[in-house]
T-cell receptor
Framework: DTEVTQTPKHLVMGMTNKKSLKCEQH?????MYWYKQKAKKPPELMFV???????INESVPSRFSPECPNSSLLNLHLHALQPEDSALYLC???????????FGPGTRLTVT | AQTVTQSQPEMSVQEAETVTLSCTYD???????LFWYKQPPSRQMILVIR??????QNATENRFSVNFQKAAKSFSLKISDSQLGDAAMYFC?????????????FGQGTELSVKP
């Protein structure tokens, strides 16, 4: 029932690893978002891409590196993460101008 | 800066009954959008209902309806004929109509449980 897909569903990584999260949508949306969500808390915006260009970076540490290769794909590259980065990472997309955002199921990240 | 407040961290409702979740917001803007999102346990967040500030008529989606009071800056969600599948975390969210980046401002959420 989702048109925003995210892979992998779960990821466990060490603090020295490099990994990537992937998000894909086929709704023709031109805005895509990365959020971080801790348990029973609201999502926290990390990045916004509009027309494949980074439009918002909410002062996210450089160990998180977003990439938008095309209008359907959004990646989040992870490097040298800390245990406190363990969270659910949500991707979302929307039309431009923006109305509602559609969320993916998320990637559950655990940093050991 | 805009803020969104959900004053009820937890709510409970009996199956088939009606429950109302509260949300208030603070803004100096006149044009904006309000949303209710539902996030069931370990499942993805889905949009429940949307309200445009310029519309006086309250939005409805099947068993879900809102009471939008613009002057009072209140945006409550009413769930009628509650079902077990309604159990979830509910987030109220605000977005400025002037914000082309689409940034959503979320409330802290209300965890709704449904008793059979």
């Amino acid at each position: 029932d989702t048109e925003v897909t995210q892979t992998p569903k779960h990821l466990v990584m060490g603090m020295t690893n490099k990994k990537s999260l992937k998000c894909e949508q086929h709704m023709g949306h031109r805005a895509m978002y990365w959020y971080k969500q801790k348990a029973k808390k609201p999502p926290e915006l990390m990045f916004v891409y509009s027309y494949e260009k980074l439009s918002i970076n909410e002062s996210v540490p450089s160990r998180f590196s977003p990439e938008c290769p095309n209008s359907s794909l959004l990646n989040l590259h992870l490097h040298a993460l800390q245990p406190e980065d363990s969270a659910l990472y949500l991707c979302a997309s929307s039309q431009v101008p923006v109305y509602e955002q559609y969320f993916g199921p998320g990637t559950r990240l655990t940093v050991t | 800066a805009q803020t969104v407040t959900q004053s009820q961290p937890e709510m409970s409702v009996q199956e088939a009954e009606t429950v109302t979740l509260s949300c208030t917001y603070d803004t100096s803007e006149s044009d904006y959008y309000l949303f209710w999102y539902k996030q069931p346990p370990s499942r993805q967040m889905i949009l429940v209902i949307r309200q445009e500030a310029y519309k006086q008529q309250n939005a409805t989606e099947n068993r879900f309806s809102v009471n939008f009071q613009k002057a009072a800056k209140s945006f409550s969600l009413k769930i009628s004929d509650s079902q077990l599948g309604d159990a979830a975390m509910y987030f109220c969210a605000y977005r400025s109509a002037n914000n082309q980046g689409g940034k959503l401002i979320f409330g802290q959420g209300t965890e709704l449980s449904v008793k059979p």
